[in-house]
C-alpha cells in the first residue's frame, strides 16, 4: 500500500510552503519539517507522540486581480466545521457570499446612505438658508472587507501630494488571517515588485465620535506602486502574492477528528502566530492487515443493490450494515454497490451518518460517523463471506467546501471550481498519485471488489465544459489500475452515449445508463395508455451504443438510484407513476433548478409528494412499477435495486439524506412489501439461471447479449432475448437458450394474443407480474404451452399464443 503516515514515514507535499511544520495533539511546540527539493516535506525519525497530529504551513497565496477595488478569498459557509473562535465564526457567517462567488468586485468603499447627524444639518441655524449637502461616512475596514479574506484597493496618489502620480494600494486582510508578508507586481512583468508594509487600522467610532466596541479590525498593508493605475483603457492585471501560515491536515491520514476548544492551547505556545488551533486533526491509524482472497462472480452474474450506509440501519454503522447483509443475499443480489465511505463534511459536521457522502474532504480518510478503518475492512469480509462483492463510490471529481483549507489550494484548480466543490487539478503529477494511492488502498488494501467512479463527466472536463486531458489520461490510469488488479471500473457519466469512456481507450468496463432509465421512466409513468411512447422503451432496452465490445453492453441498469428516487427530482417509480410525472419543478416554477452540475441535481424546488397510503393503495402504480422492474432485469446489461426498492418503498427523501429502508416493510408477510421482495427475488433467480417454481431453467438466456425486439403494436411488446456459447467450436446440441418477454402496457387484458417465435415446439412461461387482476410475486401455473407450426407471425414461422393481463409482463422460456 502506497502513501499512508506511519510512524516511520510522514510527508507533506506543497509546492508552495517556505516552511512547514509538524504538530502533535500531545506535544506543545512545532516541530520543523525538512524538504530536498522543496516540494516534499518529510519529519524527521524520533517522533513517535503522535496519534493525533496537524501541519503548520507558511506559505505564499498569488491571486490575479484586475479591478481597483476587489475582494478575493471568501470561505464558503458550508465548508465551515465550526471549530473557531467565536469572533471568528461570526466574522465567516456574515455577509456571506453566494457559494459562486470567488472574487467581489467594491465599487464604492463608501456608503451614500451612511449620513451623520451633522451632514444632515442637526444642530443648522435654522434662519440660514443653506442647503446642508450630505457628506457621506467612509465604511469602517471591517465593513469594506466584510466576509471576505481580503480586499484589495486603489487609490490616485495624487489625493495625498499634489501632482504625484501613481496609485497607493492598501490590502485589508481578515483578522482570523496570519500574514507576514506582502507583495504586489504587474502580471506581465512591467513593474514590480512592490513591497507593503503593515499599518495599524483605523479604530472603528460611533455615531458620537466616541471608540465604539465592534469585532475585531483586519490589518491593514499599505504601499505606493508608481507605475499602477485603473483608468478606463486599462487592462491592468496586478499579481498580490501574500506570505500567510495556515494550519493543514494530511491528505493520506486514515481518518480525521473534529477539534475542540481545549487544542487552542496555552498562549506561551509557540504556533507560528496562530491563535487558534486546528480545525481537524489527523489521526494516525495501523494499517490494515491484507485481505482474504475473494473471487466474485462474472459480470453477466453481477446484480447490484445500491446500499447507503448511514440509513440502511437505524445505527447506521459499518458493524450494523455487516449483520443485516443477510437480506441483501437473500434477494439473490452478487453485489453490493456502497454510496461514498470516505470523510464527509456534512456528517463530520453534525455527526450524523444520514448524508450521501458525496462532500467529502479526504480521498483517504474513512468517515467517523461510520465506524473505524477496521470495521470497514470487517465489513467487506462480511461482504465476502455472504459471498457479495463490494463496489466502492469513489469521489475524485470534486471536493467539498472547505478541502482547499484543510489540505492546502495546491491539490485544486485555481480559477475554476465546481458547484459542489473545489476541483482537483489532474495536471499536476502529485495530485494523480494522490487519487490513485487512495484507489490502490481500497482495492488491494481493504479488498474492494471494484469502483463506481463518480461523475466521470466532471473529470474529463473542466466545470466550464472545456476538455480536460490531463482529467482523462488519469481516467485511463485509473481504470488500468483495476484492470491489473483484477477489479471492476464502473463510470457514472451522464454525458457519455457514444461509449467514449469505454471505446475511447479509457478502458473502463462499464458505466451508468442513464438513457435506459430516462426513456422506460418517461413511457411508463405517462398516466395516458394512448400517449405511452412505446419506441422510447425500445431505445432503452437496445441502449445508446448498442455496438459496444463489452458484455452486457457494458452498462449498469436502474429504475431507483439515489440520484433518481428523491421525491424533488423523479422519485420513488411507484409515486411517480402514481403522480403522473415526476417531482422536479419546471424552470421558473418552483424556483426550478440551479445551473451546473449534473442534469437534474440540487433541485431547488419541487412538486407535491403523495402520501405512502395513497401510492399503496394505487394498484395501477404497483402493476406499471413491476413493468419497469422486469424490463431492468431482462435488458441487456447489469441490473441495479436501489436500497428500499426491493420491498416497493414509496416514502419520500431528499437530497442529501436517505433513502431509509424500514425493516417492518423487509420483514412483513403480506401486501406489496412481501410481494414486490418475492418478484425481486425471482427476477433476480430467474436472470441468474437458477429455480424458478418447478423449472429449472440452466443457462439462463437473460445473462447473454442477444436482443431482438419482435413485435410492437399499441402498447403492447414483445421481445426475445438470449445468450450464446462462448465460441463456436463448442458443441452445442441444444442450441441457445431463449426467453421471450411479453410487455402489455395499457388497461387492456387479453385472453389470447398471438406472438410470433423462432422455430420451436413448447414455451414455459416461468414469471408474470400479474394474477388474475393483482400485483403478484411472479410466480406461474406449472404449464407448457404449444405453438403452432407453419403459421408466420412477426417475421418466424410459429405462433404462440398467450394471455396478456392488463399492466402485466409475462416470461417465457424456449424448451429444448
Request: aromatic share 8%; charged share 20%; proline share 6%.
Amino acid at each position: 500500500m502506497a502513501g499512508l503516515d506511519d510512524v516511520a514515514h510522514v510527508s507533506f507535499w506543497d509546492p508552495r510552503a517556505h516552511n512547514v511544520w509538524w504538530v502533535s495533539r500531545r506535544s506543545p511546540e512545532p516541530v520543523p519539517m525538512a524538504s530536498k527539493d522543496g516540494t516534499m516535506w518529510e519529519l524527521q525519525p524520533g517522533c513517535d507522540n503522535w496519534s493525533e497530529y496537524a501541519f503548520i504551513v507558511e506559505w505564499t497565496q498569488e491571486s490575479i486581480i484586475s479591478e481597483q477595488n476587489t475582494r478575493f478569498g471568501y470561505p464558503h459557509e458550508d465548508g465551515e466545521l465550526g471549530t473557531l473562535d467565536s469572533a471568528s465564526k461570526e466574522a465567516m457567517t456574515t455577509d456571506a457570499p453566494s457559494k459562486d462567488a470567488a472574487m467581489n468586485s467594491v465599487a464604492d468603499p463608501l456608503e451614500s446612505g451612511d449620513v451623520d447627524d451633522e451632514a444632515k444639518g442637526v444642530g443648522l441655524d435654522e434662519e440660514e438658508e443653506e442647503v446642508a449637502v450630505p457628506i457621506p461616512k467612509r465604511k469602517s475596514a471591517a465593513e469594506r472587507l466584510g466576509n471576505a479574506d481580503f480586499l484589495f484597493e486603489v487609490e490616485d496618489i495624487g489625493i495625498f501630494a499634489a501632482g504625484a502620480t501613481g496609485a497607493r494600494v492598501n490590502l485589508l486582510v481578515a483578522d482570523r488571517l496570519v500574514v507576514s508578508g506582502v507583495e504586489i507586481a504587474a502580471r506581465d512583468g512591467s513593474w514590480g515588485p512592490v513591497y507593503l508594509q503593515r499599518a495599524e487600522p483605523d479604530s472603528p467610532t460611533d455615531d458620537v465620535g466616541e471608540m465604539a466596541t465592534a469585532s475585531p479590525q483586519p490589518a491593514v498593508w499599505i504601499g505606493v506602486a508608481v507605475d499602477l493605475s485603473f483608468g478606463s483603457e486599462s487592462r491592468t492585471q496586478v499579481a498580490v502574492r501574500v506570505r500567510r501560515t495556515d494550519w493543514r491536515v494530511s491528505p493520506r491520514s486514515l481518518a480525521l477528528v473534529r477539534a475542540d476548544d481545549e487544542d487552542i492551547g496555552a498562549s506561551s505556545v509557540d504556533r507560528k502566530g496562530l491563535r487558534t488551533g486546528p480545525p481537524l486533526w489527523s489521526i494516525r491509524v495501523p494499517r490494515p492487515q491484507q485481505p482474504l482472497h475473494f473471487s466474485r462472480c462474472s459480470d453477466r452474474e453481477l446484480v447490484l443493490y445500491e446500499m447507503h450506509v448511514g440509513s440502511f440501519t437505524p445505527e447506521g454503522t459499518f458493524k450494523a450494515a455487516a449483520a443485516k447483509m443477510r437480506h441483501i443475499r437473500a434477494l439473490g443480489c452478487t453485489a453490493i454497490s456502497v454510496m461514498p465511505i470516505h470523510q464527509d463534511a456534512r456528517r463530520l459536521k453534525t455527526g450524523s451518518p444520514d448524508f450521501w457522502g458525496y462532500d467529502i474532504i479526504s480521498f483517504f480518510a474513512v468517515d467517523a460517523s461510520y465506524g473505524t478503518v477496521a470495521d470497514f475492512v470487517a465489513f467487506v469480509e462480511e461482504a465476502h463471506r455472504q459471498g457479495l462483492a463490494i463496489i466502492l463510490d469513489y469521489v475524485v471529481n470534486h471536493m467539498m467546501w472547505g478541502a482547499d483549507s484543510y489540505m492546502g489550494p495546491q491539490y485544486f484548480l485555481r480559477d475554476m471550481q465546481t458547484t459542489w466543490g473545489p476541483r482537483p487539478d489532474f495536471a499536476i503529477p502529485e495530485v494523480q498519485r494522490y487519487a490513485l494511492d487512495a484507489a490502490e488502498l481500497l482495492l488491494a488494501g481493504f479488498g474492494v471488489d471494484g469502483l463506481r467512479i463518480d461523475s466521470t463527466k466532471s473529470i474529463r472536463k473542466f466545470p466550464n465544459d472545456a476538455p480536460d486531458a490531463a482529467g482523462s489520461a488519469f481516467l485511463g490510469k485509473l481504470s488500468a489500475l483495476c484492470r491489473r488488479l483484477g477489479k471492476l471500473a464502473i463510470a457514472e457519466d451522464l454525458e457519455d452515449g457514444d461509449g467514449l469512456l469505454q471505446i475511447g481507450g479509457l478502458g473502463l468496463h462499464m458505466q451508468w445508463d442513464m438513457a435506459f432509465f430516462c426513456w422506460a421512466y418517461d413511457a411508463l409513468v405517462n398516466p395516458m395508455d394512448e400517449h405511452r411512447d412505446m419506441a422510447r422503451i425500445i431505445q432503452g432496452l437496445q441502449g445508446l451504443s448498442p455496438w459496444r465490445g463489452h458484455s452486457l453492453r457494458g452498462r449498469v441498469l436502474f429504475m431507483e438510484s439515489h440520484d433518481t428516487a428523491t421525491s424533488d427530482r423523479y422519485g420513488r417509480f411507484g409515486a411517480a407513476v402514481h403522480h403522473g410525472k415526476a417531482f422536479m419543478a419546471p424552470s421558473g416554477e418552483d424556483g426550478g433548478h440551479e445551473g451546473g452540475g449534473d442534469a437534474f441535481q440540487k433541485m431547488s424546488g419541487s412538486l407535491p409528494y403523495p402520501s405512502v397510503a395513497a401510492v399503496e393503495g394505487n394498484a395501477f402504480a404497483a402493476r406499471r412499477a413491476a413493468i419497469g422492474l422486469v424490463l431492468m432485469m431482462t435488458a441487456p446489461g447489469v441490473p441495479m435495486l436501489l436500497q428500499g426498492q426491493e420491498v416497493y418503498e414509496c416514502k419520500p427523501f431528499k437530497w442529501p439524506r436517505g433513502p431509509a429502508l424500514d425493516w417492518e416493510r423487509v420483514a412483513a408477510a403480506d401486501g406489496n412489501p412481501s410481494l414486490w421482495q418475492k418478484l425481486c427475488t425471482n427476477l433476480i433467480k430467474l436472470r441468474l439461471g437458477s429455480e424458478v417454481g418447478s423449472a429449472r431453467l440452466g443457462q439462463s438466456p437473460l445473462v447473454g447479449d442477444g436482443l431482438h425486439v419482435c413485435h410492437t403494436n399499441a402498447g403492447i411488446m414483445a421481445y426475445l432475448r438470449w445468450s450464446e456459447v462462448a465460441d463456436s467450436r463448442t458443441p452445442d446440441e441444444e442450441g441457445p437458450a431463449i426467453a421471450l418477454v411479453a410487455v402489455n402496457c395499457t388497461n387492456n387484458g387479453f385472453p389470447t394474443y398471438e406472438l410470433g417465435v423462432p422455430p420451436s415446439e413448447l414455451w414455459i412461461p416461468v414469471l408474470s407480474t400479474v394474477k388474475g387482476a393483482s400485483l403478484c410475486s411472479g410466480e406461474v401455473a406449472d404449464i407448457q404451452l404449444g405453438v403452432t407450426p407453419g403459421k408466420p407471425n412477426h417475421g418466424f414461422p410459429c405462433t404462440l399464443n398467450v394471455t396478456l393481463p392488463p399492466y402485466s409482463a409475462t416470461i417465457f422460456i424456449r424448451r429444448r
